[in-house]
């Protein structure tokens, strides 16, 4: 009886985090923050030490309602807090975008995800669901090096039988070398564009 009213409670909170997440988007979207550099950096240095919690919140947002390249995050949070803490700011808004957006895949199911991707990249790597015994390797594969589209992979990860240990250490594990990877790879080609 227990496990209805369980389902019902994930349910609803994944879809309220998925309505929230959405509002902040849009927001950000309609204000410039989530369109120019300038602009989250002068929300972020606005709200002093407060602006390194809005810059983590951006960065799970961007990954429930991907409207961004995840990479842009990267660069930004590395251009903004340096190496160091925009690594880690960066991890702890990814992971935890990575955990809501299964989330709410898990409680939504396969229809969503024509709502949020295009049904090329939903048909490209569909069939990696379909493989049961490899999905778990081709999933951490995709984390761990970025070369797939993470928010979306996320979002069917949910859609299958996945386990939420399994998918949280995979997530954990993977997304450092991944985050990495962007943050110094992006700063050098900012760095060479620019001169700095």
């Known amino acids: 009886m227990t496990q209805p009213i369980e389902k019902t409670v994930l349910r609803v909170v994944s879809l309220a985090g998925l309505a929230i997440c959405v509002v902040l988007a849009l927001w950000g979207w309609k204000t410039g ?14 709200c002093g030490a407060a602006g ?11 990954v429930v309602v991907p409207i961004l390249p995840g990479g842009l995050g990267c660069l930004v949070g ?11 700011y960066n991890y702890v808004g990814i992971c935890a975008g990575s955990l809501m957006a ?14 949020l991707f295009s049904q090329k990249t939903i048909d490209r790597y569909s069939r990696w669901a379909e493989e049961k015994d490899r999905f ?23 859609t299958t039988d996945m386990t939420w240990r399994r998918y949280t250490a995979i997530i954990l594990l993977g997304k450092p070398f991944a985050i990495s990877l962007y943050s110094l790879g992006l700063t050098a080609i900012w760095q060479m564009i620019t001169g700095a």
């Open 102 to 115: 299964f989330a709410v895949a898990r409680s939504c199911g396969k229809p969503l995800l024509p709502l």
């Open 33 to 46: 923050i989530l369109t120019s550099q300038e602009r989250m950096e002068a929300l972020v240095a606005g």
């Open 52 to 62: 390194a919690l809005i810059f983590t919140v951006f960065q799970a947002v961007q």
């Open 136 to 158: 778990s390797r081709l999933f951490a594969l995709a984390i761990f090096l970025p070369v797939a589209p993470d928010d979306f992979l996320c979002y069917l990860a949910g």
């Open 78 to 88: 590395v251009l903004m807090f340096g190496p160091v803490w925009g690594f880690v």
